[in-house]
Nanobody, 123 residues
């Protein structure tokens, strides 16, 4: 069974930084594309960043490019999202997801999801 466990969300001031973590099983880590998505209240879930199981070129939403970085730690079977220069509009529940359909940005293409971690950015 695929399990994804996120951590690291909290309240932070605008301009600050956070690092989110997503722990997975070894099988998940080595077989699936891993992504970060977010959902603000009243909004649809949206793509933030994704990285393939080979650790190739990551992809980012335009709204977070140059501020967020997705990375993998193969030894720990963990994927991270480093978030810098946070803005109030980054406030959302952030989800880690695993998918077997390649490097795609649509949330509907991801089969497995974590429980989410809340990020709140105050102005």
């Amino acid at each position: 069974q695929v399990q994804l466990v996120e951590s690291g969300g909290r309240l932070v001031q605008a301009g600050g930084s956070l690092r989110l973590s997503c722990a997975t099983s070894e099988r998940t880590f080595s077989s699936y594309t891993l992504g970060w998505f977010r959902q603000a209240p009243g909004e649809e879930r949206e793509f933030v960043a994704i990285i393939s199981w080979t650790g190739g070129t990551p992809y980012y939403a335009d709204s977070v490019k140059d501020r967020f970085t997705i990375s993998r730690d193969n030894a720990k079977n963990t994927v991270y999202l480093q978030m810098n220069n946070l803005k109030p509009e980054d406030t959302a529940v952030y989800y880690c997801a695993a998918g077997s359909r390649g490097v795609v940005s649509s949330p509907s293409s991801y089969e497995y999801w974590g429980q989410g971690t809340q990020v709140t950015v105050s102005s």
